[in-house]
């Protein structure tokens, strides 16, 4: 699932990506080997203004969390609504004990899964 076509949604990926490239050490190369990536893929991202559901929440977790899934795709994910708290990132036992699930993360599930399912075949 892309992103709309629009300008502004473009803007938002680009400000996301730009930010979490300088909190990964800043550069593409480095962005995308945090977020398990190839450094074209950040690249066409940022090109083209549009980032995959599954881009923006390892970009979140990449980031641990300075750079949150809704401000890159707030078509998909929601902020957090006021005085609600959110686990702390790469603290599994936080995210276990959370009430609070996000449903992409349901179905991506952590990306160690998902780059382990690529290239296999049925």
Partial sequence: MLMPDDDSAKVRVRNAIAKAQSLCG???AALARAAGYSQNAIWQA???G???PEMAIRIEQATKGDVPRWQARPDV???PLSGEC???FGDKA???ASPLRH???EIV???ERAQASFGKVA
Wanted: charged share 25%; no cysteine; aromatic share 4%.
């Fill in 46 to 48: 940022n090109k083209k």
């Fill in 86 to 88: 959110s686990p702390a």
């Fill in 103 to 105: 449903p992409i993360r």
């Fill in 26 to 28: 800043g550069s593409e």
């Fill in 77 to 79: 994910f929601s902020p």
């Fill in 109 to 111: 599930g952590a990306p």
């Fill in 50 to 52: 549009r980032m995959t």
């Fill in 94 to 96: 936080s995210h276990d």
